[in-house]
């Protein structure tokens, strides 16, 4: 048995994936292109030119997969369902193939007696969509509510949790500044309506999921505990621009109802001729859970001369690496769940885990279980510290598509051969299980993943 900390009953241990990252297929059942279609096939953006168009076969595969997840005997899936497998240009009637698909996981999930916990948005935005101004389009955000409300009419009654985006924040900085994922934009001025309308959509597809489900809606944030690297008044001020981004600047509008002081830096424009009446109370109405992906700190500075950020990150040593080179700092994760709770106090609705896992190749794979056994000790530290915390989802079943890392880099409990699409258990995968089994029920035996 592991040798972890018991936690209450109705504590949900689960696993984490992504519709581009597992389903390949992606010209089969009228899918339309998304933008990690085209980025992925562009020369030069992902490592070894892999693509996802195959990644692990999840669309025909799924039934072998779930029951993985059984024999894991977790009690959530987080999984995301592609926009253009329901939408294939973003808008207009339902695409029945794609929407069939879902229904089928969500049923087959039930019929083995797990949760599903669904995202609605994993980065994989229609091209169409991306044609016409994608995120930087306020018309978007009313597009992603159409779209919201067409999965929760289909999937409403058996969902358990609503994820609306995964990490607006690193969709924003990676894919609309950093140019490295998708849609690969440099924008290094007036960003600031891709967030609004990120948030945007957010808020409104609340409102739509309200329509069609009973069930709790969420949205998961990459939050980073922001180490300055000095105590000098240069790296103070960039460590806490860095902190604004990351870790506030798509929470506070929703937990708070307003942007977080200094954001104004992130337009040119007069604010109000972006953020529109009604948008922020539309942005903050209230969800019952906070998704919470954590991988490591943040060690921030102030940028070079001339740099076009204004903080630089620098490497975090001293502590075990990852196989992508990332810290291993389990106690971060207990310093931003305590920090989340000292922000926003009462307005901290409980959390999920939404992701937390490493890189690691072997199958033999001891690391990946001490980075699981410490995140998890952490998250029960927090809990210890007047945290709520309902559930825990690890990053990630299978191993997939690592965005620009491509198949470099391995995260899952099961191995996974690309040329055979052979899954193969690893040595985590029967410890996680055991972590599983060890969940207690809550009280009325099945519990609500809001616990
Ligand atoms: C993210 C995404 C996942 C990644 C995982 C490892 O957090 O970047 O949600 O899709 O694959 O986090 O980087």
Known sequence: MPDL???PPGFRFGVSTAAYQIEGAVAEDGRGASIWDTFAH????IRGGDTGDVACEHYHRWESDLDLIARLGAGAYRFSVAWPRIQPTGSGPVNAAGLDFYDRLVDGLAARGIDPLVTLFHWDLPQALQDEGGWNNRDTAMRFA????LVGER?????????TLNEPYIHFALGHVQGVHAPGLNMLTDQLPVVHHLLLAHGLAVSALR???????????????VWPASASDEDQMAAAVYDMVQNHLFTDPILFGAYPPGYEFLTTADVDSIIMEG???????PIQALGVNYYNPSLIAAPPPGDLLPFARLPIEGYPQTAFDWPVVPDGLRQLLTGLKERYGD??????????????????DQFRIDYIAGDLRAVRDAMDAGVEVHGYCTWSLLDNFEWAEGYH??????HVDFDTQERTPRRSFEWYGQVCAAAAPSPDGHPDPTG
């Not at 999937?155 to 994820?163: N, S, T, Y």
């Open 211 to 225: 329509r069609t489900s009973s069930a709790p809606v969420t949205l998961a944030n990459n939050y980073s505990p």
């Open 279 to 285: 948008d922020l109370e539309v942005i903050s109405q």
């Open 409 to 414: 880099q391995r995260f899952g409990l099961v």
């Open 146 to 149: 159409e779209y919201a409300e």
């Open 42 to 45: 562009a020369p030069g953006r």
């Open 155 to 163: 999937l409403g009654d058996r969902v358990k949790l609503w994820i």
């Open 347 to 364: 307005k901290l609705p409980p959390i999920w885990i939404t992701e937390s896992g490493c890189s690691w190749p072997d199958i033999d």
């Open 5 to 7: 900390p018991q936690f």
